[in-house]
């Protein structure tokens, strides 16, 4: 199986301001199609999980231009802007490429 | 697009539960459907696949014993859970692929 690796596990963030979760893969993400299936997701507390990014750097629909991710291969970062209340929680990062799909172990963003 | 789950609750080890998923909001049978669970204070762990042909792929911890399906006519996901162990106490999420669109989540607790 595909490992996600996340880090950090956690990370604190003043209001207004800009962090960066990375994700790793334990190999390509690239897929046959041409396709790299490496999304991003955020669980507010209490929530079901949400789907932020989509194919490493496509905006899901009424996603705030505040999130944007990047990368390629096996190396993935999901940057967030203007940290807004609204976007504490839990990020987590997934792949599709391989099956079984896997998730990385999550990353934890609270405000300082 | 909405995914209500229901059907959870709890058993005792070894029994049978069967969760569905109700979907509205788009063409159901033009997609593939997802199960996905979280074990309580734990992270994202993917369970089945259905594809829009009803071909099915399983994690390794949930084959032979879980069975995904799906009824079209009805607008409806399954997950028939036998053989219950209490590592498979989770909620039980259903999404879109993706996943894009996920439910609210069902709880099912595996205890004596």
């Known amino acids: 199986d595909v490992v996600m690796t996340q880090t950090p596990v956690s990370l604190s963030v003043s209001l207004g301001g800009q962090t960066s979760i990375s994700c790793r893969s334990s190999?390509?993400?690239?897929?046959?199609?041409?396709?790299?299936?490496l999304y991003w997701y955020l669980q507010k507390p209490g929530q079901s999980p949400q789907l932020l990014i989509y194919k490493v750097s496509n905006r899901f629909s009424g996603v705030p231009d505040r999130f944007s991710g990047s990368g390629s291969g096996t190396d993935f970062t999901l940057k967030i802007s203007r940290v807004e209340p609204e976007d504490l929680g839990v990020y987590y990062c997934y792949q599709g490429t391989h099956y079984p799909p896997t998730f990385g172990g999550g990353t934890k963003l609270e405000l300082k | 697009v909405q995914l209500v789950e229901s059907g959870g609750g709890l058993v005792q080890p070894g029994k049978s539960l069967k969760l569905s998923c109700s979907a509205s909001?788009?063409?159901?049978?033009?997609?593939?459907m997802h199960w996905i669970r979280q074990a309580p204070g734990k992270g994202l762990d993917w369970v089945a696949y259905i594809s829009s042909s009803s071909g099915t792929v399983y994690a390794d911890a949930v084959k032979g014993r879980f069975t995904i399906s799906r009824d079209n006519a009805k607008n409806t996901l399954y997950l028939q859970l036998n053989s219950l162990k209490s590592e498979d106490t989770a909620i039980y999420y259903c999404a879109r692929t993706g996943p894009d669109y996920w439910g609210q989540g069902v709880m099912v607790t595996v205890s004596s």
């Open positions: 190999q390509s993400l690239v897929h046959s199609d041409g396709n790299t299936y």
């Open positions: 909001g788009f063409t159901f049978s033009s997609y593939g």
